[in-house]
């Protein structure tokens, strides 16, 4: 049998390649952002064109190539960054592998035109799809200029794959954002379809976190700064009270690369630990600079994992540099960041004034002996609870006619929830009064500040309050935004609220959506906007959070189709208005609840698909006795 085994023509190796290397126009970017840097500029200039689909140039004022390393560097291997094996643990340069360049031309039409300092006239080389089609001298400032054109013009899987302009757009700014944070000191412009969308001036990494992310952001940082023979730690957090809901601006930048780490990031978390409202990431801006030695960046070429030498100690020492700055600069109350986190007092604690404690639990309560039970009803009369309303009858009763008799909600609640303590002498002294007084009129019971327990006529039903009301909010968005039949209120004093210009580019696209579901824009600037009217069924303090959640939601999931849109935007803000578990909610409430759940076309379950309620039939029950 002959032999089988063939070497791939450099051009099909080059296309393999580049499926790892360029994933999407943003990769590109990354790439020449980075090779500009490598080179020493102090300027440069990125411009794109439909989201780089048609246009992705970089242009810098750095050290330029000769004729020869012109042609070379769109060879694979090519690299002038290392000479030796010993090299690769000595990096200082983003790249070493001499794979991106070729990468590129193989799957773009590509034009380079460079030229360095000491010479008269520069080189532009022509390439298309791996083939130079032209070399010839030109007239070029000194540095170097890479277009970039109709990237993935010959495979079109990969060209139909790209997502929207907007979430393509959104990916290359991430990019510029990482690339312009790490580099203060250099000079970056951003141009889309010829509009400037970034001018930073070289400056410090503060100013550059400002001019990046808006002129608010200025007072919300915390400087950290710390310096051992292990690493030097140097940067921002935001303050507390700044802490976003969504995990936006989190950066570690380590040796001026943009990097993940989840552990690094578990360390900033712990040293807020008790500082942060439930469920809110602090915002981090940290540059940290080890020897490379101590570094292992030798992975995937697109990947931005790094593996630290020594990760316990960084941990350590990053959690308490930021504790550290934190309490110096008074926004912590622990000074001391030896002590037991677990024995400070929550930061939001401190600034209460002392209340007294509710009792929430009652342990001396037995549901079967009756003294105790008119105790139970009489507590809960003295907190102004009304425990039963004769008016409750509503559309969802319909569905479910009559209460059995037999039936006595205590020991259904009992039975069910034999490992759950009853919560409070209110919700069991009301579940006796409903018992004492004429069943068949349906009492609502408020079950861990979390589920609303109710009766039908096959047993009970349990709705989760969070989950129902989502759904709630969700079609009454959903109306309010296909019919524009929103009800507003008018703020009394518009709200200004501050964004990036990339959110705000964002909350652009979504905005006739907004204005249908109630809210009024006034005005709106590069990195501010003004709000003079809300949706009704949200209130004032919110409308920030609602916001920034929709903005994240925007930016993690972006479907093309209009409806996809709405219905995008509807299950983002219902699930940011919806009512918390933990809210106590008055026996009205609780009746609003069910009736508008089994109102909803779909009261089963969330616009995510979870359950919103389940039902326990008195033969489940009885079985369990
Ligand atoms: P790598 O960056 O891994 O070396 P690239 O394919 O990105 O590989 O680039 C190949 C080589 O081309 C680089 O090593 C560098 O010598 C040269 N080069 C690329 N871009 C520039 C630039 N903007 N200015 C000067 N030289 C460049
Ligand atoms: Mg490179």
């Known amino acids: 049998m002959s032999d089988i085994i063939q070497l791939l023509p450099d051009h099909v190796a080059n296309q393999i390649a580049a499926g790892e290397v360029v994933q999407r126009p943003a990769s590109v970017v990354k790439e020449l952002l980075e090779n500009a840097i ?30 020869t390393d012109a042609r070379l560097s769109f060879e694979r291997h090519a690299t002038s960054k290392i000479k030796t094996a010993e090299d690769l643990f000595q990096l200082e340069t983003k790249g070493f592998r001499g794979e991106a360049l070729a990468s590129i031309a193989a799957i773009a039409h590509v034009e380079l035109k ?74 970056f412009d951003m141009y889309h379809n010829g509009a400037e969308v970034f001018n930073l001036p070289s400056s410090n990494d503060r100013q550059r976190i400002v001019n990046i992310f808006g002129g608010k952001t200025n007072e919300k940082l915390v400087p950290v700064t710390e310096e051992t023979d292990l690493v030097t730690i ?14 936006g601006e989190q950066f570690f930048f380590v040796n001026n690369r ?29 540059y940290l ?24 100690a960084l941990y350590a020492m990053l959690r308490s540099s930021i504790k550290h700055s934190l309490g110096q600069f008074n926004v912590a109350p622990v000074l001391d960041f030896d002590r037991d ?50 008016e409750s009858a509503g559309s969802w009763e319909n569905l479910y006619v009559g209460l059995d008799a037999e039936v006595t909600p205590t020991k259904t609640v009992e039975n069910d929830f034999s ?17 004492d007084k004429k069943i068949g009129h349906h009492t609502t019971y408020q079950l861990r500040k979390k589920y609303i327990v109710t009766t039908i006529k096959s047993g009970m039903v349990i709705v989760n309050q969070h989950r129902a009301h989502e759904r709630i909010v969700y079609e009454e968005l959903l109306r309010n935004i296909t019919m524009a039949s929103a009800v507003s209120q008018q703020l009394l004093f518009p709200l200004t609220l501050s964004f990036s210009k990339k959110e705000i580019a964002l909350l652009e696209t979504v905005k006739e959506q907004l204005e249908n579901m109630g809210f009024v824009f006034a005005e709106q600037s590069l990195s501010e906007i003004e709000i003079t009217a809300i949706p009704s069924v949200t209130s004032e303090k919110e409308v920030s959070l609602l916001l920034e959640q929709l903005i994240h939601d925007l930016e993690n999931e972006v479907p093309d189709s209009g409806f996809s849109q709405t219905d995008l935007l509807a299950r983002s803000i219902a699930k940011s208005i919806a009512v918390r578990t933990g809210v106590e909610l008055a026996q009205e409430q609780q009746q609003y609840m069910v009736n508008s759940l089994f109102a909803c076309t779909e009261p089963a379950i969330t616009p995510d698909n979870k359950p919103t309620f389940i039902t326990l039939t008195v033969d489940e029950i009885d079985k369990k006795f």
């Open 341 to 390: 986190s677990s024995m400070d007092t929550p930061y939001e604690y401190k600034s209460k004034a002392v209340q007294t404690p509710t009792i929430e639990v009652d342990r001396s309560f037995n549901p079967f002996k009756d003294e105790k039970t008119s105790g139970g009803g009489s507590s809960s009369s003295d907190k102004g609870y009304t425990p039963f309303k004769k």
């Open 258 to 286: 943009f990097i993940k780490s989840p552990y690094l990031n578990h360390a900033v978390n712990a040293a807020f630990e008790g500082l942060l409202k439930d469920k809110s990431h602090p915002s981090y801006f940290l």
């Open 114 to 187: 460079t030229k360095q300092e000491e010479d008269e006239v520069g080189t532009e080389i022509k390439i298309e799809g791996s083939e130079v089609t032209s070399q010839e001298v030109c007239v070029t400032p000194k540095g170097t200029s890479i277009s970039v054109k109709n990237l993935f013009y010959n495979i079109p899987a990969r060209r139909n794959f790209l997502k929207s302009n907007a979430v393509e757009l959104r990916h290359i700014i991430d990019e510029f954002h990482r690339v312009a944070m790490a580099h203060s000191t250099i000079k």
């Open 234 to 247: 140097h940067g921002f957090v935001g303050k507390p009270q700044y802490a976003k809901r969504t995990r």
């Open 289 to 312: 600079t080890v020897d490379p030695i101590s570094i292992d960046i030798n992975i995937h070429p697109t990947k931005t994992e790094i593996k630290f030498e020594d990760e316990h």
């Open 38 to 67: 490598d080179a020493k500029a102090t300027y440069i200039k990125l411009i794109i064109k439909e989201a780089g689909k048609t246009l992705i140039q970089v242009i810098d004022d750095g050290s330029g190539m000769s004729v």
């Open 419 to 435: 490992s759950v303590e009853f919560e409070s002498t209110e919700v069991t002294g009301s579940l006796f009064e409903s018992d």
